[in-house]
């Protein structure tokens, strides 16, 4: 069964500071991995989906860099502000023993703050 | 486009009672989800549904039904609510099961 961990669990950090969020898996069999953000009481938008024959993705600010065969994936965010407080996620699809891509694990996400 | 929509916002039941979640989305997606997010346990899936008139179980589906109305419409549906069905409910949906998910804003539900 798929296990995705987010380490640490809360991170905060001067604004302006580049910063790197982890996230790991412990089977390396994934379709692709994606990267969210929730704001409080909100729901989750998705900054990054990056596949599993891709070596990292770019949006902005943000990085996304994946290691299929190590099951780790860094969220790299550059010059952090405090608009970009809030609870990222990762998630990983995993194949199904039937093969078929469709489910989703979540880590339990790495709360952020950016102090001003 | 509103993207995800989900009602109601907030919701309040006593055990036993039931009542139905309900997900809609306009960007003409075929595959759609349930999922419940518990402080500590990240999100857990429900009950998913590839494209319409299928419905597959996610790894918490007790206590849960689900209609995929059709392309659009997804609901959720809590026959006898108990205390541990107090949660957050996030519907959400992607053109196909391999895409980029986008998410509902969530239904918040708490059981007496």
């Known amino acids: 069964k798929q296990e995705v961990t987010q380490i640490p669990a809360a991170l905060s950090v001067p604004e302006g500071e580049n910063l790197v969020l982890n996230c790991s898996f412990t089977?390396?069999?994934?379709?692709?991995l994606q990267w969210f953000r929730q704001d409080p009481g909100k729901g989750l938008t998705s900054l990054l989906l990056i596949q599993s024959s891709q070596r990292e993705q770019t949006s902005g600010r943000l990085n996304a860099s994946l290691d299929k065969s190590s099951g780790r994936s860094t969220l790299y965010i550059a010059a952090s502000q405090p608009g970009d407080s809030a609870t990222y996620l990762c998630a990983v699809r995993s194949f199904f023993s039937s093969g078929s891509a469709r489910q989703l694990t979540f880590g339990s996400g790495t709360q952020l703050t950016v102090l001003p | 486009n509103a993207g995800v929509t989900q009602t109601p916002k907030f919701q309040v039941l006593k055990t036993g009672q039931s009542m139905t979640l309900q997900c809609a989305q306009d960007m003409n997606h075929n595959s759609m989800y349930w999922y419940r997010q518990d402080p500590g346990m990240g999100l857990r899936l429900i009950y998913y549904s590839a494209s319409e008139g299928t419905t597959d179980k996610g790894e918490v589906p007790n206590g849960y039904n689900v209609s995929r109305l059709n392309k659009r419409e997804f609901s959720l549906r809590l026959e006898s609510a108990a205390p541990s069905q107090t949660s957050v409910y996030f519907c959400?949906?992607?053109?196909?099961?391999?895409?980029?998910?986008?998410f509902g804003p969530g239904t918040r539900l708490t059981v007496l």
């Open positions: 959400a949906s992607t053109p196909s099961s391999y895409n980029e998910q986008f």
């Open positions: 089977d390396s069999a994934i379709y692709n």
